[in-house]
C-alpha cells in the first residue's frame, strides 16, 4: 500500500465515523449508528476479499471483477502481476520449443540423465542411434540400455576429459562416439555422434600400416640373412667392403626394430583390451629386464638398480608389460652419459602401484614433454639416430598403460636426468602371498 493509498484510507474511515456520528446525533443512537456504520464497512471488505479468492481461484485467466478504490487497486495490481508472469511463461515456452526444434534437427543424439542417472529427454537421433524408445524409456536408468561394459565404466567415472568409441546397440557395424557432459546440480547430458566413417578410414590406415609392416618383413630377413653370411665369410679382408657391410647390417637391424614397434602397435591398437588378462608378477618380470639393461649397457658401464616389491601383481598382459617397461628402461640406458645411473622401483601406495623408471641422464627439455608419446616424435634426431631409437617406444608405452587403465607421468631436467612414471590404479593390483 503507497502513501496515498494509506491517507484516502484514514480519510473514508473518519468519514465514515463521522457519518455514523450524524446519525447518531439525529437518531440519539450512537452505539447502533456506529455498530452499523462499522459492520456495513465490514461486510463490503469481506465481500471484495470473496470476490478476490473467487476469481484467484475460478478464473485466473479473466480479467477482475470491477471494484472501486483501494480493492480496485488491489484487482488490478495483481491482474497486470498475473499478465508478466503469463508473458514470461510465454517467452521461456518459445525458447523451450526453439531449443527442441533445433535439437530435433540435430545429427547428433542428445539425451539428458537426472541425477541418478535416469533419462529425462532425448532427440530423435538418440532414438536412431542409441534404440531410446519414447516413452515407455521414460525415467528408465541409461546403464540399462546401454549395455556395453565400457559404457557402464565410463559412465561411473567422476569426470569425462575423453569421449568414448564404442559399436552402436543397434547395429555392430556402426560406430558411436559418446560424450558425458555435467551441468546444473548433478545431471548430465550424452551426447553421441556417428563416427563410422572415421572409424572405417583410420581402420584402413591401420590395416595398411600393419600390412605394409608385414609384408616388408620377408625381404628384410632375407637381406640381413645374406649380410650376416657376407660378413661371416673368412675370406673377406677389405676394411671398406667390412665397414659398408656392417653398416647396412646395423641400418637392416634397425629396420627390423622399426617393423616390430609398428606390428605391436597395430596389434595394440586392433582392440581395447589385452586379451591374455593374469596377474602379471612384475618385480620377475623387471628383474629380467633389469638383466637385459646390463646387456645392452655391456661396456658403457650403467649402474643399474631394483627395487620391487615382490607380492605386488599387476592385472594384464605380461608380453604388453613386458614391452612397455624395457622400452622405458633401455631410454634409460639409451639416453644415459656412460657410467649413469638408473633407478627402478615398483611399489605401491593408497592411490595404487607405481613404476618409477628414474635415470640422471641427459634429460629432455619442459617443451618437449606433451608430444613425447606421439609417434616419431623426436627430441632431436641426430641423437634418435645415435642410439638407434625408432621413435615409437614411448607410442608403445602410452598404448599398453592405456589399456592397463594406467597412466603415464614423464618429470625431466636438462642435465639431471628423467624419471618415468607409470601409475595404475588399485583396481588393476592383485597382492600373492608367495614370492614372485
Ligand atoms: P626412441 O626410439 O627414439 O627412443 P621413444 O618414443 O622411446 O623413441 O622416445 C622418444 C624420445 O624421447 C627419444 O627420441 C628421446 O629423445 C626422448 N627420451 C626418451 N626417454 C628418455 C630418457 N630416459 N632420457 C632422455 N630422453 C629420453
Known amino acids: 500500500m503507497n502513501q496515498d493509498w494509506r491517507g484516502t484510507l484514514i480519510r473514508q474511515l473518519l468519514l465514515l465515523l463521522a457519518g455514523c456520528l450524524l446519525v447518531g446525533l439525529l437518531s440519539g443512537q450512537y452505539a447502533w449508528a456506529l455498530a452499523i456504520g462499522l459492520g456495513a464497512w465490514l461486510g463490503w471488505t469481506l465481500w471484495q476479499l470473496l470476490r478476490l479468492q473467487d476469481w484467484l481461484s475460478n478464473r485466473p485467466d479473466e480479467p ?16 497486470h502481476l498475473q499478465r508478466r508472469q503469463q508473458r514470461a511463461r510465454e517467452r521461456l515456452q518459445a525458447v523451450i520449443e526453439r531449443i527442441q526444434e533445433s535439437t530435433t534437427a540435430l545429427r547428433d543424439a542428445v539425451v539428458m540423465l537426472d541425477a541418478d542417472g535416469n533419462l529425462e529427454w532425448w532427440n ?6 542409441l534404440g531410446l524408445k519414447s516413452p515407455q524409456d521414460h525415467g528408465q536408468p541409461v546403464t540399462n540400455l546401454v549395455r556395453h561394459p565400457r559404457f ?3 559412465f561411473e567415472q567422476s569426470s569425462h576429459p575423453e569421449p568414448l568409441e564404442l559399436p552402436s546397440p543397434l547395429d555392430d557395424h556402426c560406430r558411436l562416439q559418446l560424450h558425458i557432459t555435467h551441468y546444473g546440480h548433478g545431471q548430465r547430458l550424452l551426447l553421441a ?5 572415421m572409424h572405417q578410414l583410420e581402420q584402413m590406415r591401420k590395416d595398411f600400416v600393419a600390412n605394409v609392416s608385414h609384408e616388408l618383413r620377408t625381404p628384410l630377413t632375407v637381406i640381413g640373412g645374406y649380410l650376416e653370411t657376407l660378413l661371416d665369410a673368412p675370406d673377406d679382408a677389405n676394411p671398406r667392403r667390412r665397414r659398408a657391410l656392417e653398416r647396412m647390417q646395423q641400418q637392416a637391424r634397425r629396420m627390423q626394430a622399426l617393423l616390430d614397434d609398428l606390428l605391436l602397435l597395430a596389434r595394440l591398437e586392433a582392440s581395447d583390451y589385452p586379451t591374455d588378462n593374469q596377474p602379471v608378477p612384475v618385480a620377475a618380470l623387471l628383474r629380467r629386464i633389469q638383466a637385459d639393461a646390463e646387456t645392452l649397457s655391456g661396456a658403457r658401464g650403467h649402474r643399474i638398480e631394483l627395487e620391487a616389491d615382490p607380492q605386488l601383481h599387476l592385472k594384464g598382459s605380461e608380453l604388453e608389460l613386458h614391452s612397455a617397461f624395457a622400452n622405458l628402461v633401455f631410454n634409460a640406458v639409451k639416453y644415459t652419459q656412460d657410467g649413469g645411473q638408473i633407478r627402478i622401483r615398483w611399489r605401491a601406495d593408497a592411490e595404487g602401484a607405481h613404476l618409477a623408471v628414474e635415470d640422471d641422464g641427459i634429460g629432455i627439455e619442459e617443451r618437449h614433454l606433451p608430444r613425447l608419446t606421439e609417434r616419431f616424435y623426436r627430441v632431436d634426431a641426430g641423437r634418435a639416430s645415435r642410439t638407434g631409437g625408432t621413435g615409437l617406444g614411448l607410442a608403445i608405452v602410452k598404448h599398453v598403460l592405456a589399456r592397463h587403465h594406467g597412466r603415464l607421468e614423464i618429470v625431466s631436467r636438462v642435465g639431471r636426468g628423467s624419471t618415468f612414471t607409470c601409475h595404475f590404479p588399485a583396481s588393476q593390483l592383485l597382492r ?3 614370492q614372485a
Do not use: C, I, M, N
Not at 477482475?64 to 491482474?79: A, T
Not at 555422434?193 to 566413417?197: A, F, G, L, P, Y
Open 64 to 79: 477482475p471483477p470491477y471494484s472501486r478504490g483501494l480493492w480496485g487497486e488491489v484487482f488490478d495490481s495483481l491482474y
Open 124 to 129: 530423435p537421433a538418440a532414438e536412431r542411434l
Open 152 to 154: 557402464k565404466e565410463y
Open 193 to 197: 555422434r556417428d563416427v563410422t566413417r
Open 432 to 434: 600373492h602371498q608367495e
